[in-house]
């Protein structure tokens, strides 16, 4: 009776495994998605021209080879797909933990974990309706909430931008990616095995914070810019 119990704890163990190192992979996906998406947001500071010519540049991406907006569906694809392995893995290996954890256990954890580890599912859950909120912004429905044109990107920007409602909504969500990027990143390089010594565990922290810092500052600056008139 004992070899069955061993097998299924070795399944159960590999399985964990395998899923952790899904939430990784996925993540890097994302991590790269998001640097390269911070990097053209940052273009608006160029000015409008610049702005969406570079919007302009990723619809026609890959041409003649992929049709118009190709490379944009490709990439999309693999976000979604990304996004999907992500939050499954995430729910899965919450309700095993939620089941092999005890009520001393789970106190005793949360008074030395962190404020980004403690608010992980949380924030995962706010950027995923921030994200759907901000494809029906920009992408796939365009909404001005401001009421002008949607077929102008830099317009379009500014006029969400420019409503301080809009902007404080769009920072409230940089504040959720920066805490699940930085327990995030660390958690990914705890996961591929980076974290051996406690040397490394420090750099992975400090890693966590330079991402969270750089992205979530530099998605965080067009919007409060916008809404002080520099951008208009």
């Keep these: 009776m004992a070899t069955p119990t061993l097998v299924r704890g070795a399944r159960a163990s590999r399985s964990t495994i395998t899923l952790k ?55 999309r694809l693999v976000l979604i797909v990304s996004l999907v392995v992500h939050v499954t893995s995430a729910v899965v290996l919450a309700r095993r933990a939620g089941a092999a954890r005890t009520v001393k ?43 002008g044109e949607t077929n102008n990107p830099y317009q379009l920007m500014v006029d969400t931008f420019g409503l301080w409602w809009m902007t404080l909504i769009y920072l409230a969500a940089m504040a959720a990616l920066a805490l699940h990027l930085h327990h995030g990143t660390f958690s990914a390089m705890q996961t591929l095995g ?3 010594t406690a040397a490394a565990r420090q750099r992975a922290r400090t890693a966590g914070w330079v991402l969270a810092v750089v992205i979530a500052g530099g998605f965080s600056l067009v919007p409060i810019f916008t809404l002080l008139g520099v951008i208009d």
Excluded at 21 to 33: H, K
Excluded at 35 to 55: D, I, Q, R, T, V
Excluded at 113 to 128: D, E, N, P, Q
């Design 21 to 75: 190192l899904l939430m990784a992979g996925s993540g890097l996906v994302f991590i790269g998605f998001v640097l390269l998406h911070m990097y053209g947001n940052l273009k608006a500071f160029a000015g409008e021209e610049a702005f969406n010519e570079y919007a302009h540049h990723l619809r026609i991406l890959g041409e003649p080879m992929l049709p118009e907006e190709g490379a944009l569906w490709v990439i």
């Design 105 to 147: 256990y789970a106190v005793k954890k949360n008074k030395h974990s962190s404020v980004s580890s403690r608010t992980m599912r949380w924030g995962g859950l706010t950027i995923l309706v921030f994200l759907v909120w901000h494809l029906l912004n920009f992408t796939i429905g365009k909404v001005n909430p401001a009421g």
């Design 194 to 196: 980076w974290t051996g």
